[in-house]
């Protein structure tokens, strides 16, 4: 990257807790990029070097949201629950607040017309999701990280085994489990239109 | 719930998954015994996990926001435009937002209203919006959604007013209605001949891609409009996912439809030819179901690494995308009211050709024109020659087919044959002046063929086997001059290269310099020579010359007998393929003789299983059946498909030989169906392990294509015939269609009296490329 990340993350990270939009924009794909990656290098395990860098700034990024002294990282297993959680805030932060700005507040969905290349998808109100993933994290805590890992910091089953450290079977069981309870939730209580 | 019953709950509910829904309902009452409350939970997230289908939460929450990022409501309040009341969003994405609207004056009628998004103007993006509305306006044209009227809301956010359409995307429509390959093509060349309009008024759509070409059914017909015409240039950022966001601001394209120059970075001139691209790449997606490029593969990769792909690789031709086997495959197949084999012959050939030249990375190769793109859809559809293969036969051949599978082996042979030559030399003249001068000519030799032709043309070091061998052939006359003996057998081996090319005049050329030359330097018993001249009668054969094959061969075949001896096995390598010779001449008695002695020969001196002795066992059948001992010929060739299949397995040249042949066999016996599974059994592992134009596949779909047509399969059988003959059919089999016993029901059909012609004038390019 040109720029120096962590300034470029500090800026917009101000920005976003003042207010302004368009840094959550510029934000999010910043950080998400970052998290793919260092996922991706996890799985491939290759170049050390560089996944210490990113994960300098996925860190500097989580310490300035939410204005906390430097977390101890206990395994990357820990880092990416964290990293994750941070994507989860943004996300659900981001859709609330577009959500907002739309008529009579509408739902929080994201959505998708020209991205051909992402496959067909309907709507999915991230608030609701945020709302339901609370209410599992009580039943059943591995898997509400299982999808928080999969669908707020988009990385695959694969690489979620390998970062918690469970048999492939099991993210897969958990994963299936979690749609099904998750879909159920939000069906029950639908907390738009 | 505790963790240990939702534990319990998570493993059940797996496991019924597991099963189909019939059985789930037995393995419930044991998982679950008495428990109900479990039962009931159980069952609701079943139920809850068919609702959810495969798409709840499949794509992450980043990437669905990214798709769509920044865009925030851009309609006025009290959603009113000018005369437009907007009624109802119908879409969003990286270029702004898509309203149904209500137009109220001067007439009532429904529009649909685009917001171009305002962020990305700067005052020359508006000036340019300015002029680009009057062009949109002054289009017409059946296949291009209207564009009535553009301005701008009072705080400046543009907007286009257009011919409401609703209807599905022209992939979409395609499969619903399960429209052939032939009327999906009719319904393209509608789109190419409306790109070809907008053209004309000096529009580039620069965005074309299924999303935008809508289709509607006017009088009970399919009719394309295109929509978005002109509104990418210079106003979209386009955001294909997390990596393209740092080049937001300069437009891209939708991946997949974005050409190679759209992503060269930095190069804004993209021009007409740039649709042209992304015509190709629609067409492909509507013959195999999917895209040139992997984009599933794109978005898990860095966005530079897909620009180069795009700039430097070549995608597959589209009927290597179907496959013949797999749900997916099926499912296309059905979506285009056909079997996945039929769909991979249908595809293979012209209608490959036509999509890889509107796919081609250099804007000059691509058709110039989209009307010349549908020009060539037009003539695949009157069953007549198309220009994209015309044009590029030799180019293409030399990139796709013959590439991979010859590459290696003739590099590897050509520099093995030197390799050997100096060894065996320098044993003989150890370290001699002549040694020394023999290893610097070959150093030479080899140095100068790698260098091959203009350095412009080449990319990379993709120098193809084909080139080395053409300038190879070229510069053996000078290049070794100095040495006939090692010239000679240069130009022996690079003959059998065109051989096994199927390159009949060429191969004919080098093996005539060869013995001339041989028979100078070291005389015409010579070994080599005598070989040359084995090879020489066979390539005789292959081109139909029949009687100037069987003059050379029997007269090797004395030279043999007497110099190598009756039972060495080029001796009898000359009588097979003399007796092949006889056989075709109808002199069946005199083959069948020679192929016996042979065959008992083999069977003695090499064993029964052995390659040739199957080779000899496979003509003894074909010259049977020739002379319609019909069930003689059936026993000893299923005999011998039989060792075949066990020796050899199924995908080797002897295997599918005897398949052919037994296929043959079958259907002079009249068991029209066997031979037909046996001839589509041969053509499939043909295509898949030579190639599809080698001539050996292209023999096995003329057979075919007798079986069909005898069995009533008409276009089918044209279709394929067709394809044979634009697809390495020997000279030998072009100039016998006419005759064919099996096509007599054809005489008299316009279009075969085309096809035969067309076979004549390939049969004579054949032979004197």
Redesign the interface.
């Given at each position: 990257m040109e720029r120096d990340p962590p300034n470029e993350v500090t800026l917009l990270l101000q920005g976003w807790r003042n207010g302004d939009?368009?840094a959550l924009?510029?934000l999010?794909?910043l950080v998400?990029?970052e998290l793919?990656r260092l996922a991706h290098f996890q799985l491939q395990r290759e170049r050390p070097d560089h996944t210490l860098q990113s994960a300098a700034l996925v860190h500097e990024a989580y310490l300035r949201l939410i204005g906390l002294n430097p977390p101890q990282w206990e395994s990357r297993t820990h880092f990416f629950a964290i990293a994750a959680q941070l994507?989860r805030q943004i996300?659900v932060d981001?859709?609330r607040r577009?959500g907002a700005?739309?008529?009579g507040g509408g739902a929080h969905k994201?959505?998708?017309?020209?991205?051909?290349?992402?496959?067909?998808?309907?709507d999915?109100d991230?608030v609701s999701?945020d709302d339901a993933l609370t209410a599992l994290a009580k039943?059943?805590p591995r898997q509400s990280r299982i999808?928080e890992l999969?669908?707020?910091?988009?990385l695959s089953l694969q690489e979620i085994s390998e970062v918690l450290e469970i048999a492939p079977a099991t993210v897969q069981?958990?994963w299936?489990?979690a749609?099904?309870?998750?879909?159920?939730e939000i069906?029950r209580n639908p907390r738009h239109e | 719930m505790n963790s240990e019953r939702w534990d319990r709950t998570k493993q059940i509910l797996e496991e019924a998954l597991r099963l189909a829904s019939g059985q789930r309902s037995a393995y419930l009452d044991s998982a679950c015994d008495a428990d109900r409350e479990l039962r009931a939970e159980v069952e609701s997230l079943i139920a809850s996990h068919e609702a959810a289908g495969s798409q709840f939460l499949a794509v992450a929450a980043p990437d669905l926001l990214l798709a769509c990022s920044g865009d925030s409501d851009m309609a006025p309040l009290n959603h009113v435009i000018g005369h437009y009341r907007l009624v109802e969003e119908l879409g969003r994405g990286g270029m702004g937002q898509v309203w149904l609207a209500e137009q109220m004056e001067p007439v009532r009628r429904d529009v649909a209203l685009k917001l171009v998004k305002g962020g990305m103007f700067d005052s020359s993006a508006l000036e340019r919006f300015q002029s680009e509305r009057q062009s949109l306006a002054i289009m017409d044209h059946p296949s291009i959604a209207k564009v009535f009227d553009a301005g701008a809301t009072p705080d400046g956010q543009p907007y286009f007013v257009m011919e409401y359409v609703p209807g599905a995307s022209i992939t979409e429509y395609c499969d619903q209605k399960k429209l052939k390959i032939p009327e999906r093509l009719e319904l393209f060349i509608k789109v190419c001949d409306g790109v070809q309009h907008a053209h004309q008024k000096a529009i580039i759509h620069r965005d074309l891609k299924p999303a935008n070409i809508l289709v509607v059914e006017v009088d009970g017909k399919p009719v394309p409009r295109i929509i978005d015409f002109g509104l990418a240039k210079g106003v979209t950022p386009y955001v294909l996912g997390e990596a393209q966001c740092t080049l937001a601001g300069s437009f891209l394209g939708t991946p997949g439809y974005m050409s190679p120059e759209q992503a060269d970075s930095g190069a804004q001139d993209v021009d007409t030819r740039t649709d042209v691209y992304a015509l190709g790449a629609i067409l492909y997606v509507l013959l195999s179901g999917s895209l040139p490029f992997e984009t599933e593969k794109w978005r898990k990769q860095p966005l530079h690494e897909n620009l180069r792909q795009l700039r430097e690789e070549d995608p597959p031709p589209p009927s290597t995308k179907t496959g013949t086997q797999g749900e997916s495959t099926k499912t296309t197949a059905e979506a285009r009211g056909t079997e996945p084999k039929q769909l991979v012959s249908l595809l293979r050939g012209d209608l490959d050709w036509i999509t890889m030249k509107a796919l081609e990375r250099d804007r000059v190769q691509r058709y110039a024109t989209p009307s010349e793109l549908a020009a060539d859809c037009r003539r695949y559809l009157r069953h007549e020659p198309v220009q994209a293969r015309q044009a590029s036969v030799f180019y293409r051949m030399q990139k796709y087919v013959r590439r991979h599978r010859i590459g290696v082996a003739v590099v590897g042979m050509l520099a093995a044959v030197l390799v050997a030559f100096s060894v065996a030399q320098s044993v003989q003249l150890r370290r001699t002046t002549r040694e020394r001068n023999r290893a610097d000519r070959i150093a030479q030799f080899m140095t100068g063929i790698f260098k091959v032709s203009d350095p412009n043309e080449r990319v990379g070091n993709s120098v193809t086997a084909r080139e080395i061998l053409d300038k190879a052939a070229q510069e053996i006359e000078t290049g070794l001059a100095e040495d006939p003996e090692l010239q000679a057998r240069m130009m022996h081996e690079m003959g059998k290269a065109y051989l096994n090319l199927g390159l009949y005049a060429r191969a004919q050329s080098l093996f005539e310099k060869s013995i001339k030359v041989g028979i100078a330097a070291v005389g015409e018993e010579n070994r080599e020579t005598v070989l040359t001249e084995q090879d020489l009668g066979w390539t005789l054969f292959q081109q139909g010359r029949l009687v100037e094959a069987e003059n050379l061969e029997r007269r090797v075949l004395d030279t043999q007998r007497r110099v190598f001896g009756p039972g060495d096995q080029y001796t009898l390598g000359t009588m097979g393929n003399l007796a092949s010779t006889l056989c075709e001449e109808n002199k069946c008695a005199e083959a069948e003789q020679l192929n016996r002695e042979v065959l008992q020969q083999q069977k003695s001196l090499l064993g029964p299983e052995a390659h040739y002795t199957l080779v000899t066992m496979d003509n003894l059948s074909v010259v049977l059946d020739h002379e319609g001992k019909l069930a003689e010929a059936e026993k000893l060739e299923r005999e011998t498909l039989d060792i075949q299949l066990r020796v050899s397995g199924l995908e080797k040249l002897g295997t599918i030989s005897s398949m052919i042949n037994l296929g043959d066999i079958e259907r002079d016996l009249g068991h029209d169906e066997e031979a037909e599974k046996l001839y589509r059994q041969a053509l499939e592992v043909e295509g898949r392990v030579l190639g599809p134009d080698q001539p050996e596949t292209a023999e096995t779909a003329y057979s075919l294509a007798c079986v069909l047509v005898r069995r009533g399969q008409i276009e089918a059988g044209l279709s394929l015939l067709r394809q044979a003959v634009d697809h390495g059919l020997q000279a030998r089999a072009d100039l016998g269609i006419e005759k064919e016993p099996y096509f007599e029901s054809l005489h008299g059909d316009p279009r075969f009296a085309a096809l035969v012609a067309h076979a004549k004038e390939r049969a004579s390019a054949r032979n004197a490329n």
């Open positions: 939009r368009k924009d510029t999010l794909p998400y990029k793919r994507m996300l981001y859709a577009h700005a739309k008529r994201l959505c998708l017309e020209d991205a051909t290349a992402l496959g067909r998808q309907n999915v991230v999701v039943i059943d999808v999969r669908f707020f910091a988009g069981r958990d299936t489990a749609r099904a309870w998750l879909h159920r069906s | -």
